[in-house]
């Protein structure tokens, strides 16, 4: 009741009435709100509480960097560590130069351990990879973050994320290494590690050096297996198929048909003993293959140079340089130079050779000597000392560089410069062809007409001298007594022999002046016989003119041995 109502209700009962009740006082009640009003209180609190929950649960707020966002979407995608939920992406946006994709991951609050600065992301999509297939999981539940969980002491709240899933995780049981090696070859990320043709291990990482002259591989090798890798171990490249062909046959070895499709390594011990366990991250050098991973230490290696002026067709980089058919180095350029004094074009071949691969004495010796590279070179130069260029495969024409000692070799000055050169001398072909191309240049210089038209005089005065001979000997068979007719019989036949040989001879003369060529017999040998029978001729025509004055003397002999 308001205070004016109570103001006439006062009024009236001042009035003369006498029967009207004196006023009476009642107490105001006090507010009660509506119970409508209890619906929005409940949710309010239940509101706040919920977000005191959010804000007390929510881990830290991190940013991974992607080259791309493909299969990410904002508040679906989930980060997962061994397929359990550790956060969910919130936004993602490009970055100002938009060369990358900047997604925003609210982490869970256990997942605090995830801001170590060595904690690893990766996208996990269906890959296709050395090591198999991977993700396929996605195909109906969409992409997922990946984690593997640091364990620096640092933190941060910037990531760099994986473009490829790592092979190896930080929880995997076993050892990683690094290899060094001059170039990939056909290994990737995932590739398989034997150890006896049992895969022990796969390729983890791969990265180029920092002054680019090769490439450094990080490999993991799965526990206990672990145990055969110490300081005897050798590494090796066991992608594709190894054939060797030597005396034994032929030999060919491979891991596995993995290892031949996608590349591998595989690793031993020398004698099976691997000595001292290699701690974690112990670098190796990786071989080429399992001969040069076990060939023994080479040691310095020293760069020559040689100068061939023969053609160099077939030697190419990489061919062996052997002395004695010991291997001590290979052949690493070949080139063309013009050298302007001579002015002839020069063929530098440069090789690179282990002196210790001569034995331990030399190398010892070399270590003790006083004198330098240089002149130790200088002085095997001095003893003949020479470089040869022999056929390695009469097939394919492939070359290689023998070293060895040529007593007989010409005498070279001493050779002064920043580089070994070592002399040459060409093989044993190249000197035959120049051995035969001189003496076609001295048979093409003998005049061989004028040679044919002296033997042809020679013999018609021989044939002349014959016939003289042969009347003089009739004569002589009217003229003398029997004995001298059985005489001149012997005579006869003697003669008559000779004709023949001379007709021979004059019948091969014939045949060798029509089929005299470039590579005919050497002159000498047909002056020689032009001599002989010259002398025949001249021997035969003084006893014909001796028997013609003294024919008695085939029965009395000369006068002066039977006075």
């Known amino acids: 009741m308001s205070q004016e109502e109570i103001n006439q209700e006062s009024q009236k009962n001042t009035s003369p009435t006498p029967h009207l009740a004196s006023p009476r006082r009642e107490r105001q009640r006090d507010w009660v709100p509506s119970l409508v009003w209890l619906v929005p209180i409940i949710a309010a609190v239940i509101g706040i509480a919920l977000m005191v929950k959010i804000v007390v649960d929510r881990g830290p707020e991190i940013t991974i960097s992607f080259r791309s966002g493909e299969g990410l979407e904002a508040g679906k995608t989930k980060v997962k560590y061994k397929e359990v939920d550790i956060g969910e992406v919130r936004t993602i946006k490009l970055s100002k130069d938009r060369s990358q994709v900047l997604v925003t991951v609210q982490l869970s609050k256990d997942a605090d351990s995830f801001t170590a600065v060595d904690t690893h992301f990766w996208v996990v999509r269906p890959r296709l990879g050395a090591s198999g297939i991977s993700g396929l999981g996605t195909l109906l539940s969409g992409a997922y973050i990946g984690a593997d969980a640091g364990t620096s002491e640092e933190t941060t709240k910037k990531f760099t994320g994986l473009e490829v899933q790592p092979t190896v995780t930080r929880d995997a049981s076993g050892k990683q290494f ?9 290994l990737d990320v995932g590739s398989p590690i034997f150890y006896r043709r049992i895969k022990v291990g796969q390729v983890s990482a ?11 591989l990080r490999i993991f090798i799965d526990s206990p297996y672990d145990k055969f890798v110490g300081i005897n171990t050798r590494f090796w490249h066991a992608s594709g198929v190894d054939i060797q062909v030597d005396s034994s046959g032929l030999k060919v070895n491979t891991q596995s048909l993995a290892s031949v499709v996608l590349g591998g390594l595989a690793f031993q011990s020398i004698d099976d003993d691997p000595g001292t366990l290699s701690q974690e991250n112990t670098a190796f050098l990786l071989a080429q293959n399992q001969r040069q991973a076990f060939q023994p230490p080479d040691g310095r290696s020293v ?3 040689m100068h061939f002026n023969q053609s160099i067709r077939g030697l190419a980089p990489g061919a062996p340089v052997d002395f004695r058919g010991v291997v001590l180095g290979e052949v690493k350029s070949v080139g063309i130079e013009w050298d302007p004094i001579r002015r002839e074009f020069d063929m530098p071949v440069v090789i690179e050779v282990f002196p210790a691969r001569l034995g331990r004495k030399y190398a010892k010796d070399q270590a003790q000597s006083p004198y330098t590279q240089q002149q130790r070179v200088q002085f095997m130069v001095s003893r003949g000392l020479r470089a040869q260029l022999r056929t390695a495969n009469l097939l394919t024409g492939q070359l290689y560089v023998a070293l060895d000692f040529f007593p007989k070799a010409p005498k070279v000055a001493a050779l002064e410069g920043v580089i070994i050169e070592v002399p040459t001398v060409p093989n044993d072909l190249d000197e ?5 191309a001189s003496i076609a240049t001295k048979l093409n210089k003998v005049p061989f007409e004028e040679i044919g038209r002296d033997v042809q005089t020679s013999l018609a005065t021989l044939n002349k001298t014959l016939i003289t001979a042969e009347k003089l000997a009739q004569t002589l068979n009217q003229d003398v007594a029997p004995e001298v007719a059985a005489a001149m019989k012997d005579v006869r036949k003697t003669l008559d022999n000779a004709d023949r040989t001379l007709a021979n ?8 002046e029509r089929t005299l060529s470039e590579d005919a017999p050497l002159q000498q040998d047909l002056r020689q016989t032009l001599q002989e029978l010259s002398r025949a001729a001249a021997s035969v025509k003084v006893l014909t003119d001796y028997l013609e004055q003294h024919p008695e003397s085939l029965i009395r002999g000369k006068a002066l041995d039977n006075p």
């Open 505 to 512: 001879a004059d019948q091969t003369l014939s045949s060798a």
């Open 206 to 216: 791969y990265d180029l050096d920092t002054d680019g002259k090769g490439v450094t």
């Open 178 to 186: 690094k290899l060094h090696a001059s170039d990939l070859g056909s």
């Open 303 to 305: 760069t020559a140079v």
């Open 432 to 436: 035959l062809q120049s051995q035969i």
